[in-house]
């Protein structure tokens, strides 16, 4: 028997015959223990070994094994031999070798080759090729012939004689193209004028540095300071507001002319506003402390020690219902994983120690004994022991 390395899924067969007389076949078997060895390793017990009873009338006796466990080969390997025990209290032990190999080619299409030896490859690295599909290493030959592209010193040398499908002028061996469209958008005809450009096209930002600078320091200029421009009304500027008295009081929210009469009238309301705030302190009555800001500034204080203490409170559970009950908490801690050895919880535990030390058991006499959960309805240990009561494997069902 021969099985590619890493497969999971391939079963062997074997012939179970009574212990006693090594040829009665035996049927209905299980608890079988399997040991397995790999290329001369150490003999372990298989897992969870699925063993299958093919047919009792039929194939009477005959059982197949499951080879799942420790199937891959070392890297450095082409083949390993893989040797397999069975054994079971009621049959003679069994023994089967098989090679666990590596394929020289996976799973996948297979390579079409034609009668002059040509292969038909569909893709390379994963990915699926067509005809015009060129490596990043193909090289392409220089030439002038139809087809083929003069490539002197790796340069690429085109002789262009359309644009955009159109025959073009080539005056002074130089190619003349008509461009009406600029970024997309057509130049206006004519003239250069504001319509020309868009709105913010032209901003001094626009400008290389001190451009700008640079025109007004050669250009004849008309505005000079002291001449064209001057800060007085009437002269070289206009286009200014004269404001009369009035006018200038309306512009600064004079209602007279008389700012006494303004003064005054603010003084009555000052009297106003102090009234009201003698009412707000009548309301608040006398602080406790020096004064109103300093009864701020304790509870200020407190807000603060009480801060501290609720900063360290967790952000969960968020209120009160999110606050586990003792069932809750216990639950928790029965099922938490790996809370006893890895792979096994609390409630498990309980459940394997209590069949072990209540459950009912058969078997003690044996090549195996099995222990019974506390309400009767399962195998919760089924131990493989020798004619000492020694261990020698153990299957549990915690769950």
Not at 151 to 172: C, K, Y
Not at 281 to 302: C, F, M, Q
């Given at each position: 028997?021969?099985?590619?390395?890493?497969?999971?899924?391939?079963?062997?067969?074997?012939?179970?015959?009574?212990?006693?007389?090594?040829?009665?076949r035996?049927?209905?078997?299980?608890?079988?223990?399997?040991?397995?060895?790999?290329?001369?390793?150490?003999?372990?017990?298989y897992?969870?070994?699925?063993?299958?009873?093919?047919?009792?009338?039929?194939?009477?006796?005959?059982?197949?094994?499951?080879?799942?466990?420790?199937?891959?080969?070392?890297?450095?390997?082409?083949?390993?031999?893989?040797?397999?025990?069975?054994?079971q209290?009621?049959?003679?032990?069994?023994?089967?070798?098989?090679?666990?190999?590596?394929?020289?080619?996976?799973?996948?299409?297979?390579?079409?080759v034609?009668?002059?030896?040509?292969?038909?490859?569909?893709?390379?690295?994963?990915?699926?090729?067509t005809?015009?599909?060129?490596?990043?290493?193909?090289?392409?030959?220089?030439?002038?012939?139809?087809?083929q592209?003069?490539?002197?010193?790796?340069?690429?040398?085109?002789?262009?004689?359309?644009?955009?499908?159109?025959?073009?002028?080539?005056?002074?061996?130089?190619?003349?193209?008509?461009?009406?469209?600029?970024?997309?958008?057509?130049w206006?005809?004519?003239?250069?004028?504001?319509?020309?450009?868009?709105?913010?096209?032209?901003?001094?930002?626009?400008?290389?540095?001190?451009?700008?600078?640079?025109?007004?320091?050669?250009?004849t200029?008309?505005?000079?300071?002291?001449?064209?421009?001057?800060?007085?009304?009437?002269t070289?500027?206009?286009?200014f507001?004269?404001?009369?008295?009035?006018?200038?009081?309306?512009?600064?929210?004079?209602?007279?002319?008389?700012?006494?009469?303004?003064?005054?009238?603010?003084?009555?309301?000052?009297?106003?506003?102090?009234?009201n705030?003698?009412?707000?302190?009548?309301?608040?009555?006398?602080?406790?402390?020096?004064?109103?800001?300093?009864?701020?500034?304790?509870?200020?204080?407190?807000?603060?020690?009480?801060?501290?203490?609720?900063?360290?409170?967790?952000?969960?559970?968020?209120?009160?219902?999110?606050?586990?009950?003792?069932?809750?908490?216990?639950?928790?801690?029965?099922?938490r994983?790996?809370?006893?050895?890895?792979?096994?919880?609390?409630?498990?535990?309980?459940?394997?120690?209590?069949?072990?030390?209540?459950?009912k058991?058969?078997?003690?006499?044996?090549?195996?004994?099995?222990?019974?959960?506390?309400?009767?309805?399962?195998?919760?240990?089924?131990a493989?022991?020798?004619?000492?009561?020694?261990?020698?494997?153990?299957?549990?069902?915690?769950?």
């Amino acid at each position: 028997m021969r099985i590619p390395s890493g497969k999971t899924d391939q079963a062997i067969y074997f012939v179970a015959v009574d212990s006693t007389d090594l040829k009665t076949r035996k049927t209905g078997l299980s608890s079988f223990t399997v040991y397995r060895s790999r290329n001369g390793g150490t003999a372990t017990v298989y897992t969870t070994p699925t063993i299958t009873e093919l047919s009792a009338a039929n194939m009477p006796g005959v059982y197949s094994l499951l080879i799942d466990e420790d199937t891959t080969i070392a890297s450095t390997s082409d083949a390993e031999e893989y040797c397999v025990h069975i054994t079971q209290a009621s049959m003679a032990p069994v023994s089967r070798v098989i090679e666990l190999f590596r394929r020289d080619t996976t799973s996948g299409t297979t390579a079409l080759v034609d009668a002059n030896g040509r292969v038909d490859v569909i893709k390379i690295a994963g990915t699926t090729q067509t005809a015009r599909d060129l490596g990043a290493s193909v090289l392409l030959s220089s030439g002038t012939g139809t087809g083929q592209v003069s490539l002197a010193a790796g340069i690429a040398a085109v002789n262009v004689t359309q644009f955009g499908g159109a025959a073009g002028t080539f005056a002074s061996g130089r190619p003349e193209v008509n461009t009406t469209h600029a970024a997309g958008t057509a130049w206006n005809s004519g003239a250069i004028t504001a319509n020309t450009f868009a709105a913010g096209a032209i901003t001094a930002a626009k400008f290389a540095a001190n451009a700008l600078d640079a025109v007004w320091s050669t250009t004849t200029r008309l505005l000079t300071a002291g001449t064209n421009i001057v800060l007085a009304k009437g002269t070289g500027v206009t286009g200014f507001n004269d404001l009369d008295a009035a006018g200038v009081r309306g512009a600064v929210g004079l209602a007279s002319a008389n700012l006494d009469t303004q003064l005054s009238t603010l003084s009555g309301n000052d009297t106003t506003i102090n009234n009201n705030v003698l009412a707000v302190n009548t309301k608040l009555g006398a602080p406790a402390g020096a004064s109103v800001s300093a009864d701020i500034a304790a509870i200020k204080s407190d807000t603060g020690a009480i801060k501290a203490k609720t900063d360290n409170l967790p952000a969960a559970p968020a209120a009160v219902g999110d606050i586990p009950t003792a069932n809750q908490n216990a639950d928790a801690l029965l099922d938490r994983a790996s809370g006893i050895e890895a792979g096994m919880t609390p409630r498990q535990g309980f459940r394997l120690w209590s069949a072990a030390l209540l459950g009912k058991a058969n078997g003690l006499g044996t090549g195996t004994a099995i222990f019974r959960d506390t309400n009767d309805t399962k195998d919760r240990i089924n131990a493989s022991v020798d004619q000492d009561g020694n261990r020698l494997a153990v299957i549990l069902d915690p769950n």
